[in-house]
């Protein structure tokens, strides 16, 4: 159980700072422009497709980032389906707490 606690806590700061990298940070700009996302001076403004959508919200991209670390945690680690979910859940939800929190990103929550 503590193993779990303390995976929840490591998830939620990773899928925070992976998120706000891929979502506002200069030095991904290459990759957002590439997936279809227009934005100016930082200020996204729309993007093109399926792809874009998801990775225009701060919420929705930090889904998919918490799916795949809590993935790879889980895999790695042995880590039963139920407590993958948790581990899911909890650190998208910790990172949308933390993005509120500390509002680094510029996200629109």
């Known amino acids: ?8 806590f490591l998830l939620s700061w990773s899928t925070w ?3 706000a990298l891929f979502y506002g940070e200069a030095s ?12 100016i001076d ?5 993007s093109d497709g399926f792809l874009g959508t998801i990775w225009e919200c ?3 991209l930090s889904l998919v980032v918490s799916i795949m670390l809590s993935t790879i945690v889980s895999v790695v680690n042995n880590i ?3 407590n993958w ?25």
């Open 1 to 8: 159980m503590v193993n779990l606690l303390i995976w929840m």
């Open 17 to 19: 700072r992976v998120t």
């Open 28 to 39: 991904f700009a290459w990759l957002r422009k590439l997936i279809g996302i227009t934005e």
């Open 42 to 46: 930082g200020e996204i403004l729309g």
């Open 58 to 60: 701060f919420w929705c």
């Open 80 to 82: 039963s389906i139920l």
């Open 85 to 109: 979910f948790i581990l899911f859940t909890s650190s998208a939800a910790g990172a949308l707490w933390i993005e509120k929190r500390l509002g680094i990103s510029r996200a629109r929550l």
